[in-house]
């Protein structure tokens, strides 16, 4: 069964720290993986995408990985700001035309 | 970039109306768009894939008959909730990707707090 696991579920650290999120699946066969921010009451925002034979990207203090072998990824945020509080979600990505799946997300809360 | 525009942000009704929330591709024509339910603290579920000139398809479980579906133009989608009920609150999100075979980029209104009384 194709799954999508995040974790923590949820995460609060101090403003100006570093923090990891975590992504796990299942899904084969993969195309890509994308991770979103999503603020509260508001829809999704793109951070990253990676397809199969990327490691790597950033996307000004987010950088995300992909280890496609253990089929995990991570999203890296530096010096956090109090605008970071949000939900992120990991998105995987199938072949072409299948449907995407979500991973429920991780709520970060960042404080002053 | 490519921006997807959801209307209304939020919508307060009583039991039994029915609501119109429109989804258009500002610029970028999208012949597919993604309609996606969302309770609190839960993932995206997708409930239908909109079809620009044909019926939609419906996820497991989603009413076809409850939620209708019209993706009239190359740049429009509208989810109606008919006869809706309390339990129909919940927050609605519509997607729209550019390249359809690879979903390569995918982006996503800004979704509808759907309260019915």
Known sequence: KNQVEQSPQSLIILEGKNCTL???YTVSPFSNLRWYKQDTGRGPVSLTIMTFSEN?????????????????????????Q?????????????????ALI??????????S | ??????????????????????????????TTMFWYRQF???SLMLMATSNEGSKATYEQGVEKDKFLIN??????STLTVTSAHPEDSSFYICSAPTRVLTNEKLFFGSGTQLSVL
């Open chain 1, 22 to 24: 975590q992504c796990n």
């Open chain 1, 56 to 80: 790597t990207k950033s996307n000004g203090r987010y950088t995300a990985t992909l280890d496609a072998d253990t089929k995990q990824s991570s999203l890296h945020i530096t010096a956090s």
């Open chain 2, 71 to 76: 993706h009239a133009s190359l740049t429009l």
């Open chain 2, 40 to 42: 609190p603290k839960q």
């Open chain 2, 1 to 30: 970039g490519a921006v997807v525009s959801q209307h209304p942000s939020r919508v307060i009704c009583k039991s039994g109306t029915s609501v119109k929330i429109e989804c258009r591709s500002l610029d970028f024509q999208a």
């Open chain 1, 82 to 98: 109090l605008s970071d509080s949000a939900s992120y979600i990991c998105v995987v990505s199938g072949q072409a035309g299948t």
């Open chain 1, 102 to 111: 979500f991973g429920k997300g991780t709520t970060l809360s960042v404080s």
